[in-house]
């Protein structure tokens, strides 16, 4: 922290905070120069020759000069190798157990020295110097890494590692957590260290609160995954490759993973990008599911105003015709200085208001931050006192930090019986009516305009019994909370899915739950900045993600933030909140005017009418891994055309979305994939692979459907009815429905149904009944006259 930022911080949360926040950053300075151990000098190591081989099951260990590599194929497809002996546990990535060695892969001789690892979707070959190479079955290079390097503290200490790794020179990359300059990640160098923007994020600020060591390559040859499963901080710097460059020699894509300790250890699965993204939810959990009325709207409430200002906003939304299921409340719902209890003066019936809006289907949902205010008579903070809960520094006192009461101090979550006592403080939210939780400040950070740090690098944690220091613990302090929080709702109410989303995590997350990526500014910038943390998320594992629509910062024009609300009604995480410091309701749609609101009555009852679609989404996700978001090239990775597309997406496998994302714009190009597609405004049809001008008038953007698509939505009378696109000509289409079984564990049944013509008539049959009978739910088949 330098004078500026002292500044910023007296402006943006007064002198009294601004000053403790000064104090906890002297704190935390003086504790880590007293706590870690210094930066000597060091020495450089690399593996050396490989000198003997210990074959195993799926793979064997490999022993080099200076180090070891433990490699092999698992049942699920995914290769995994360590150096330095690494074995694939304890990492906070995995579940319980991580995939078994598939028996069938052999280590097994290779030419000059080296070994190789055969499987049935991809070589593994190791030279006789440490490089790992990746291959396909026909022996077509997806990436190479060459010998690792390691910098040893002469003096002993925590070694830092640099891995340098080798894409094909068409590749391109995404993925790395959520970023908000992407999807796509051109040269540059990106922070692997939680952390909160310091202020709104906009397109070109990176990171954010989701980072992960976690990349998706796509080239021609192949898709693939890479993980390199260290928490600690460390940057990858990313170059992408050319082809014909230099006297006509292609130059390869490079990857440099520097980290500044923690094990050397990687995981790869390829082949499609469906195929991928199941190994990695086999490897890493399966994404939890929300309960149905999550998938609906959700608005952020300016909870300072009490009982009457949420009133008031149900009821705007009700008199106007607005659907709405879930109302949030933020810290202004708070006791001062405590964690889980209400204010009684603002929230004096809360109980009552919760079942008011339960009856009316809408949800109300509870902020919860990790800090806990340090002052004896804070009962929580008392409880953790006497449970010796709080993270501690290398002389054995609790840490504190600056939150939003003032002085804090934190849980540590990476130790089990921390979060079991966690987990159980969220019965008095379930007292109160709360149906889920929004965690929220949780990097850990400090309650400031640019989101200091609260905690030193060398605070103590538990990290499960392993021991260790916030270098390691923190970007897995925020996912350990959700982890918390999951296991304890699941406790207290087993009859019902937990819903819990938080705005830091890493990878894994999301078998707790989802991700909200923080605050991205409310300018046209901050559309792009949506839409790239969504789709960055799902390619890292986590499908179920969003961002607020209409602030919390800058001021919305009534054009932004209608085009703002048709993006966020297609993503998973719907929710609108707003502008803070506004005047009380300001950033509800009939503040924006009566075309304003008609045009945004319209986009939320299409929400409404897909609720349907997005369950089938969510289910499919918990089962496979895809994301509900997805890029173009999703179904075509390799089509390059698609690969540079950053500005329209697909939702599932039925509908392209193409949004707004600069003002005055009333049509725009779209890049349709291979196939028929349908303008779902007009019905007119379009054959891809082509780019297409498509009509963006105020009240819709572009949404095109996938010809013989097979779509669940609301009908008119509640029920889900079947919306079937026709097929192109002599071409035969399908889909897959999984409804919904209410907000517990009941697998429901799946659905799949053909599409076919048969004469001049479309013919829709569901599978798993008699052939030749038609569905039990009614169907609209569309495209027929453009057909």
């Not at 001789?109 to 190789?116: C, E, Q, S, V, Y």
């Not at 989701?210 to 990858?236: E, I, K, R, Y």
């Not at 919760?354 to 931050?369: M, N, T």
Request: hydrophobic share 40%.
């Amino acid at each position: 922290m330098d004078g500026r930022d002292l500044v910023r911080s007296v402006i943006s949360v007064g002198a009294a905070q601004g000053l403790r926040t000064v104090r906890a950053a002297w704190r935390r300075r003086r504790a880590d120069a007293s706590g870690l151990p210094p930066r000597g000098p060091e020495r450089a190591r690399v593996p050396g020759t490989v000198r003997e081989v210990e074959p195993g099951l799926g793979g064997g260990l490999l022993r080099f000069d200076r180090s070891e590599l433990r490699i092999f194929v698992a049942v699920n497809g995914a290769v995994f190798w360590g150096w330095d002996g690494a074995a694939p546990g304890p990492s906070y990535a995995l579940p319980d157990r991580c995939p078994e060695p598939d028996p069938r892969a052999a280590l097994e001789p290779d030419k000059d020295g080296g070994w190789r690892v055969v499987a049935e979707r991809v070589t593994v070959v190791v030279s006789r110097r440490g490089a790992v190479q990746v291959l396909t079955p026909g022996g077509v290079m997806l990436r190479r890494d060459l010998p690792p390097r390691w910098w040893e503290p002469v003096g002993g200490g925590t070694s830092r590692w640099t891995q340098r790794s080798e894409v094909p020179a068409d590749a391109r990359f995404f993925g790395l957590g959520g970023r908000a300059s992407g999807p796509r990640l051109r040269d540059g160098t990106y922070s692997l260290w939680n952390s909160a923007p310091g202020r709104a994020a906009g397109s070109g600020d990176a990171p954010l609160s989701v980072t992960m060591p976690v990349q998706t390559v796509v080239a021609d040859a192949g898709t693939h995954l890479a993980f390199h499963d260290s928490s600690w901080d460390g940057t990858v710097t990313l170059w992408e490759g050319e082809e014909g460059a230099g006297s006509g020699h292609d130059r390869a894509g490079v990857s440099e993973l520097r980290m500044d300790g923690g094990p050397l250890r990687c995981w790869v699965m390829v082949g499609t990008p469906a195929r991928v993204l199941l190994a990695w939810a086999s490897l890493t959990g399966a994404p939890a599911l929300p309960p149905a009325w999550a998938l609906g709207h959700h608005h952020v409430c300016a909870s300072s105003g009490g009982e009457e200002e949420v009133r008031r906003i149900v009821a705007g939304y009700r008199e106007h015709g607005l659907p709405l299921d879930a109302v949030h409340l933020g810290a202004g719902h708070l006791s001062s200085r405590q964690v889980f209890t209400v204010d009684d003066e603002r929230f004096p019936k809360l109980p009552v208001l919760a079942d008011e809006l339960r009856r009316e289907g809408i949800r109300l949902v509870s902020v919860v931050g990790p800090a806990v205010g340090s002052a004896p008579g804070v009962t929580v903070y008392d409880e953790g006192v006497e449970r010796d809960a709080f993270v501690r520094d290398t002389s054995g006192q609790v840490v504190e930090g600056v939150g939003w009461t003032g002085d804090v101090v934190f849980p540590d979550f990476t130790d089990a019986r921390v979060r079991a006592w966690w987990g159980g403080l969220y019965a008095e939210r379930l007292a109160q009516g709360f149906a889920g939780f929004w965690h929220s400040v949780n990097e850990p950070t400090s309650f400031t305009a640019f989101g200091d740090p609260t905690l030193p690098r060398s605070a103590r944690h538990a990290l499960d019994g392993r021991g260790g220091d916030h270098r390691e613990a923190h970007n897995v302090y925020g996912q350990c909370m959700g982890r918390a929080a999951y296991e304890g709702l699941r406790e207290q109410l087993p009859e019902e899915r937990p819903f819990v989303f938080s705005r830091s995590g890493w990878a894994g997350m999301q078998r707790h739950g989802g991700a909200w990526s923080g605050e991205v500014v409310t300018g046209w910038a901050g559309l792009r900045a949506s839409l790239s943390l969504v789709l960055g998320l799902g390619l890292c594992g986590v499908p179920y993600a969003g961002t607020d629509v209409g602030g919390p910062g800058g001021k919305a024009s009534p054009e932004l933030y209608l085009r703002g609300l048709q993006l966020g009604a297609y993503l998973p995480l719907f929710r609108t909140r707003a502008r803070a410091g506004a005047r009380a309701g300001r950033g509800e749609p009939w503040e924006f005017g009566a075309d304003v609101l008609r045009h945004a009555r319209e986009t939320l009852v299409e929400r409404r009418r897909l609720l349907p679609y997005f369950m089938t989404l969510a289910q499919l996700a918990r089962r496979t891994g895809a994301p509900y978001v997805r890029p173009l090239w999703w179904s075509a990775p390799e089509d390059r055309a698609l690969r540079d597309c950053e500005d329209a997406f697909l939702l599932g496998d039925c509908l392209l979305v193409a949004p707004v994302l600069a003002p005055g714009v009333e049509g725009r190009s779209v890049r349709l994939p291979r196939g028929r597609w349908y303008d779902t405004a007009t019905g007119r049809a379009y054959d891809g692979p082509a780019r297409v001008w498509a009509d963006a008038p105020p009240g819709r953007i572009p949404v095109f459907a996938r010809g013989g698509s097979v779509l669940p939505v609301l009908g008119e009378d509640g029920g889900v009815e079947l919306e079937v696109w026709a097929p192109a000509p002599g071409r035969t289409g399908g889909g897959v429905v999984v409804p919904d079984a209410g907000d517990g564990w009941e697998e429901p049944e799946t659905e799949r149904y053909t599409v076919l013509w048969s004469g001049p008539r479309i013919v829709v049959e569901r599978e798993d009944e008699d052939a030749g009978s038609e569905p039990r739910r009614p169907v609209r088949v569309r495209g027929l006259m453009e057909g």
